[in-house]
């Protein structure tokens, strides 16, 4: 803290994003990146890039990639906004839709940076209680003050909610933005995207991070009527032109393009996640019906922080939530088959040693 801050700063609250630790033989399964790498397609079209413009500025909309994304999604190019990540097309959303004054709402549990963009931005919000399943009760959405926005798959449940209900959210905010955040919808049902012709207020965001194993390259965008498009672009250009970079750019396009190697990679992590499920309950934990690429669980008896540190000690990173209702969960990102089963070797191992050492009580 420091005088010299503006009040923006001094309220700011920053999201901690999971650990990155690069450490050899570390089995990584806390932010939900893909285990697989992307089309060999992106480092193609990412070489053949560094051979030509880099001193040019990009597209400043990254025009061939809209297009791209926006045939892809069966829309046009003004359906569409591209952004450096979804978190970056996340805080522009929040800037564009969202006002000081009027309450936004999204549940109780969900993405942690809702309330962070919601503080930066002086913008309100009221957090609406998961059902005792942890999952979204559609009637709580209606009717909000200042807008809407929640994952689907909500995170870190990894629950689906089905289209009609978001559909109904939709029709129930007729004067607010109401965004869905897709960041998992691949691994999912179907995705809310067909509804935007139908609902004006509807903004669907989309990542390239998760299903398209591009978390390094950092690509978002957002899917709605042209004047919610343009609303973004207004707030975008009002802060940098160029928030995506030639590499970027190109490296997307191919990934978007290869659409068996995506459907492949989506499907084996899909399998993954039905075994590793079921080995979770052969180990003693409630496991909740995940649509996405990780997995939420808690262990009967054991305290899921316990679980952390010890897997944690032992080369494994899972993702601990210390906070009330989630504190004894553990959401555990789907890697390779190895990794998994390198994960229940371990898993098996520290579970073991703390029913040995008489450690049962949870936190
Ligand atoms: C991972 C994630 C994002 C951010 O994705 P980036 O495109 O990498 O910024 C957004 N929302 C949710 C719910 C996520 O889990």
């Given at each position: 803290m420091s005088k010299l801050w503006s009040k923006m700063a001094l309220r700011a609250d920053p999201y901690i994003p999971g650990e990155q630790i690069d450490g050899k033989g570390i089995i990584k399964l806390?932010?939900?990146?893909?285990p697989y790498p992307p089309s060999p397609h992106v480092a193609e079209a990412i070489t053949q890039e560094l051979d030509r413009k880099l001193n040019l500025y990009p597209s400043p909309t990254a025009d061939s990639l809209r297009e791209t994304i926006a045939v892809h999604h069966q829309l046009r190019p003004e359906n569409v906004f591209i952004?450096?990540?979804?978190?970056?097309?996340?805080?522009?959303?929040?800037?564009?839709?969202?006002?000081?004054?009027k309450a936004i709402r999204f549940p109780a549990i969900t993405y942690s940076f809702y309330p962070v963009y919601a503080r930066l931005?002086?913008?309100?919000?009221?957090?609406?209680?998961?059902?005792?399943?942890?999952?979204?009760?559609t009637c709580s959405f209606f009717q909000s003050d200042g807008g809407v926005i929640f994952p689907n798959p909500n995170a870190p449940t990894g629950i689906y909610l089905e289209l009609e209900h978001i559909a109904d959210i939709a029709k129930n905010n007729a004067g607010t933005v109401v965004i869905i955040d897709e960041a998992y919808i691949d691994f999912a049902g179907e995705s809310a995207v067909s509804l935007i012709n139908t609902y004006d207020n509807l903004l669907i965001v989309q990542t390239m991070s998760k299903s398209r194993s591009l978390a390094g390259l950092r690509i978002g965008y957002a899917l709605g009527n042209a004047k919610l498009i343009e609303a973004l672009t207004r707030i975008k250009n009002s802060f940098n032109s160029y928030t995506l970079d030639r590499l970027a750019i190109v490296g997307a396009e191919a990934a978007i393009r290869d659409q068996q190697y995506f459907a492949q990679q989506v499907e084996r992590i899909v399998q993954t996640r039905e075994w590793v499920t079921k080995r979770l309950k052969q180990n003693g934990f409630t496991v909740l019906p995940s649509q996405a690429n990780?997995?939420?669980?808690?262990?009967?008896?054991?305290?899921?922080?316990?679980l952390y540190e010890k897997l944690k000690r032992n080369g494994v990173l899972v993702r601990y939530f210390d906070k009330p209702e989630i504190d004894n969960y553990l959401r555990?990102?789907?890697?390779?088959?190895?990794a998994m089963t390198v994960f229940f070797e371990k898993l098996g191992a520290v579970i073991a040693e703390l029913v040995k050492d008489g450690v049962h009580a949870r936190v």
């Open positions: 806390n932010t939900n990146e893909n952004g450096n990540g979804s978190d970056e097309v996340l805080a522009f959303a929040f800037m564009a839709f969202f006002d000081p004054g931005f002086d913008i309100p919000y009221e957090t609406v209680p998961l059902a005792r399943d942890f999952s979204i009760t990780f997995i939420f669980a808690n262990h009967y008896k054991l305290s899921a922080k316990l555990i990102t789907i890697g390779t088959d190895t």
